[in-house]
């Protein structure tokens, strides 16, 4: 046999192997998941009547909180679909909400605006949103932002979603809305691409509203890991912007809960970001926020930001003690993502680690069948 077969045959052999290695590892890694649970069509049809946390809420209203969506559906000249993110209006909403304030929905162009639904995304409390009237004919007309009287409100809440890169920053009127609102001495809330609301904000001197503002957003590197070309699409990269604004910018973990609050401003890094951001908002409103059971995302996020924080070990402790006593539930199908997003980046001991900690996770729920 010439060289060359040779060279060729441990060639198909070598390549044979790896695929079966690789198709192993596939089965082995998909078995770390849970399985379709057909039961979670369920809360598909919940009812805010139905949660405890969203009915037990102080009386009489601690005032009105102003959420704002974008009224753009399309990211630039692209044609990709685009709009509000509706978990992070559904979540903020809640928690204003369940914590005694009235909430009313404005946009730039007013009217009904174009929603980004992802239902893997979706927890109990965006169903009881979509399935809530009064939220629901909020949404269906939404105050033109023009038409907005500030003064009646004790906060702003920028809600993300890609449209508002295009909306957001030179909105006359939303400007205004922010100026008038820090003036006042209210709170300032934004979270993902919400904060691009905040770009060109000028105070009444003309200073910059961001001057050496502690803040953070959806980062550039989290855009660029999803949308390569976002520098062509988007007028800017939200971080790149904030800081060129005079703002100092904090950037979290990839993907994870990241909140920074410099007095009445606090800004959320991305939409697991936004319960956090929500519940910030109302203590600096002055108010504790209620208690809440926290999702299997939120557990989950909590595992990878100490994981991030304090290492490997310190990761598994957590895992543990989310299973003594009363279990608290974690997505696997997070942590999954996460180890995925790693090898994807070339972090292969980060990947190997956090599928480490997603076995670890997945070894608890094998003990208790």
């Known amino acids: 046999m010439s060289k060359a077969k040779k060279l060729l045959k441990w060639s198909l052999i070598a390549v044979t192997v ?38 037990e809420k102080p009386s009489p209203t601690r005032g009105k909180i102003l959420a704002v969506v974008t009224s753009t559906d399309s990211i630039g000249s692209s044609g990709k679909r685009t709009g509000y993110e509706l978990t992070e209006l559904a979540q903020g909403y809640s928690v204003f909400v369940a914590n005694g304030f009235e909430v009313d929905i404005a946009s730039p162009k007013g009217g009904e605006p174009p929603l980004v639904l992802d239902e893997e995304d979706m927890g109990v409390y965006d169903y009881a949103f979509l399935n809530d009237p009064i939220a629901q004919s909020k949404l269906k007309e939404t105050i033109l932002m023009d038409q907005v009287r500030i003064e009646d409100y004790e906060a702003i809440y920028l809600v993300g979603g890609k449209g508002a890169m295009f909306d957001f920053p030179d909105h006359p009127s939303m400007q205004l809305s922010i100026r008038a609102l820090h003036e006042r ?13 905040l770009v060109n904000v000028k105070l009444a001197d003309g200073t910059p509203f961001l001057k050496d503002r502690k803040v953070c957003s959806f980062t550039n590197k989290e855009e660029l890991f999803l949308i390569q070309d976002a520098r062509e699409l988007f007028p800017f990269l939200l971080q790149d912007k904030l800081a060129e604004s005079g703002a100092s910018f904090s950037e979290g973990p990839m993907y994870l809960e990241n909140v920074v609050i410099d007095g009445t401003l606090v800004t959320g890094q991305n939409p697991w970001s936004t319960w956090t951001t929500a519940e910030a908002m109302v203590r600096q409103l002055g108010f504790e926020p209620k208690k809440r059971e926290k999702s299997a995302a939120e557990n989950t996020v909590s595992i990878l930001n100490a994981y991030e ?23 696997r199908n997070l942590m999954a993502m996460h180890a995925l997003v790693a090898a994807m980046q070339w972090e292969i001991s980060r990947g190997v680690e956090l599928i480490g900690l997603l076995r670890y996770a997945a070894s608890f729920v094998e003990k208790s069948q």
């Open 309 to 331: 924080k304090d290492g490997y070990a310190k990761a598994k402790l957590l895992i543990e003690g989310m299973n003594q006593g009363e279990k608290q539930e974690i997505d």
């Open 185 to 197: 001495g209210k709170v300032i809330g934004a979270v993902c691409h919400g904060p691009a609301a």
């Open 18 to 55: 790896s695929l079966i290695l690789l198709a192993g590892f596939g089965w082995w890694f998909m078995g770390l998941l849970p399985p379709s649970n057909p039961s979670a069509e369920n809360i598909k049809a919940v009812l805010p009547s139905s949660l405890v946390y969203l009915n």
